[in-house]
């Protein structure tokens, strides 16, 4: 039996848990190759030490520099037995920033690039063979517009809404021995109008006939499903019919929504012909359903309104690697406290393990690519590969509520004049709905959509009264696309895949009040924390009363660095208390007075 302890719950894969594995984070020997002229292991001058997994230019690695350097190395020992014959070795890194490669003693392991996917090599021979020095490079060019870097700044200091860099190893490295046969993948499709849950299973390794593979499905001590099936091949795929308790209390309970998230557990054996357990693994998936029906977004057969916040995912220390597990837990827990239920990852593929805090304590997830500034066929390349290992990775997250591939133009500036980039952004469209036909994506958040199931606008007026005006009513919707042009952008080009007034539309970035500090940044400035609870209430009641938006996503969570927008400050104190937060969030608290002469007194939107 799978059960759980401390080790197995920490695991880097909540979505594939094994009890056996080791972990790589700790001091390695390092290096910065600033020009990047070293070429191999040997070839290094090993001077500092630093902590993986956080990146060099963070105070928690013990480095701390923030330089235009290309290049990184670690090296450490592998202290781990052999794996007996027909066994696996396998050595895995949660994301290294940009390119690595990877050695075993003086063997080259092998390759890997993109800044914010996984990846894993099998080093049961060379373990086998005595090599136990594990050296890694990072090839990491600080001016590279091309490579998708998302929120990581090309210049010296970091400058407006852009922040240091993400140099080399910024998630967790792990051992993980596997057994000859093993369970490589699982992913979970929900269908609720057939109340059932599709399974994929890829099986690797010495597959040797017959294997069977046993799934169980169970919320908290009911048991939902039992089943064992006949591995043909590599794959097991299967439909796994629930019994529908068929009226809508019954059902509700087994829904997973922010109010309520309730997880389905699936426990998962390989066993070979003679019974025996292979390989064990513990998963999870939950019966939930997103989708846009008309101007709303549905969850679970219901119109749904998004209160999102936008989250830039960095902490004051450590950058964009978490302190630690608690820390992602908190920020989902703050998220939820002050008073929404979902958040828009800007800029940031994040660690698996905040997605599994989303899914454990319910939080919608809008997740986003993060952002090449070049339009080149070099950077389509790399986006639509690193993308693709992004959907792959988290298309099983119940938490993830939308598929956001590009922001605000980025990446693709002549939108309105370039047939070029309008495909490219249709392209990545089509291919996020074909790799996962279940939720909405959102082309091009912000402005300029051409392929799209939401309209995301940006809007940063500070005036509550002329937000009011422009998204006032649903009459409002025609005008709004003709003639009204937030962040100075048309919302819609060319042939835009029927997207406009009669999809829903998110304000997706509006706010940005940042609290008067020195070196501070913001779209508008508050002078004290009474002001900003104030301006914040006038305009989230404005807000949240407009019947033309699915939902809102508010700017920002916490400050990051120099932009000082956020609720909350860097470290994660409230700026204003909590509760009152919430209550103008969620629409309860009308503010106390609209006491801006040259903003005027809006009535709330009816």
């Known amino acids: 039996m799978f059960e759980d302890d401390a080790e197995s719950l920490a695991y880097p894969r909540p979505l594939l848990r094994r009890k056996r594995w080791t972990s790589l984070n700790g001091p390695w020997s390092f290096a910065i190759d600033a020009e990047a002229v070293w070429t191999d292991p040997g070839s290094v001058v090993w001077d500092q030490v630093i902590e993986v997994p956080f990146a060099p230019e963070t105070k928690r690695s013990g480095i701390n520099k923030n330089g235009l350097y290309s290049a990184v190395w670690y090296r450490r020992e592998v202290d781990a037995p052999a794996p007996p014959d027909g066994e696996r070795l396998i050595l895995r890194f949660g994301a290294i920033d940009y390119h690595a490669t990877v050695w075993l003693g003086s063997i080259k392991v092998g390759e890997h690039e993109g800044g914010y996917t996984p990846f894993s090599f099998d080093i049961s021979e060379l373990i086998r063979a005595g090599h136990r020095t594990l050296t890694v490079r990072a090839y990491d060019n600080p001016l590279d517009l091309e490579q998708p870097r998302g929120k990581q700044d090309w210049e010296l200091v970091p400058h407006l809404i852009w922040y240091p860099r993400t140099t080399g190893i910024w998630q967790t490295v792990w051992l993980e021995p596997l057994p000859s046969a093993f369970i490589e993948q699982v992913s979970f499709t929900p269908n609720m109008d057939r109340w059932e849950i599709a399974m994929h299973v890829t099986i690797d390794g010495r597959v040797r006939s017959p294997l069977h593979l046993t799934t169980r ?95 830039q995912g960095y902490w004051p220390d450590s950058g964009m690697t978490p302190p630690d597990d608690l820390a992602l837990r908190r920020d989902v827990e703050l998220t939820k406290a002050m008073g929404f239920n979902g958040v828009r990852k800007h800029q940031k593929i994040e660690d698996p393990r905040y997605l599994y805090w989303c899914d454990r304590l319910g939080l919608l997830v809008w997740e986003e690519m993060p952002s090449a500034y070049r339009f080149t066929a070099k950077s389509v390349r790399r986006m639509q590969r690193e993308w693709e290992d992004v959907i792959t990775r988290d298309v099983s997250h119940a938490c993830v509520a939308a598929w956001v591939p590009f922001n605000e133009s980025w990446g693709v500036p002549n939108l309105p004049n370039s ?122 009641w404005v807000v949240s009363g407009l019947q033309m938006l699915a939902g809102f996503c508010y700017t920002q969570f916490a400050d990051t660095y120099q932009e000082r927008n956020g609720l909350l400050h860097a470290d994660r104190r409230p700026k204003f208390p909590l509760a009152d937060i919430a209550e103008a969030t969620i629409g309860k608290r009308p503010p106390r007075s609209w006491a801006q002469p040259a903003t005027g007194a809006p009535g709330r939107p009816g």
């Open 217 to 311: 499905l169970q919320v908290g001590d009911q048991l939902l499903a039992q089943d064992s099936y006949l591995v043909l091949g590599q794959i097991v795929h299967r439909r796994i019919a629930l019994s529908d308790p068929g009226i809508d209390d019954s059902r509700n309970d087994l829904l997973w929504g922010p109010a309520s998230p309730t997880l389905i557990e699936v426990f998962l054996e390989l066993k070979d012909g003679d019974g025996s357990i292979l390989d064990e693994v513990r998963s999870y998936t939950a019966l939930r359903e997103i989708s846009t029906q008309g101007d709303r977004v549905i969850l679970n057969g219901r119109a749904y309104q998004l209160r999102m916040v936008l989250d």
């Open 419 to 540: 047939p070029a980039e309008r495909h490219y952004v249709q392209a990545l469209y089509h291919l996020t709905k074909t790799l996962d036909p279940t939720r909405p994506v959102i082309g091009n958040d912000g402005w300029e959509s051409v392929a799209t199931d939401i309209i995301g606008i940006h809007d940063y007026d500070s005036d509550p009264t002329r937000i009011a005006r422009r998204y006032h009513t649903i009459d409002a919707r025609l005008r709004l696309f003709q003639h009204e042009r937030p962040g100075g952008r048309l919302l819609r080009i060319g042939d835009s895949g029927g997207a406009g007034p009669d999809h829903p539309i998110v304000l997706s970035e509006f706010g940005g009040i940042a609290l008067l500090e020195e070196d501070s940044w913001g779209y508008s400035v508050a002078l004290s924390p009474q002001e900003l609870a104030e301006r914040y209430s006038q305009l989230l």
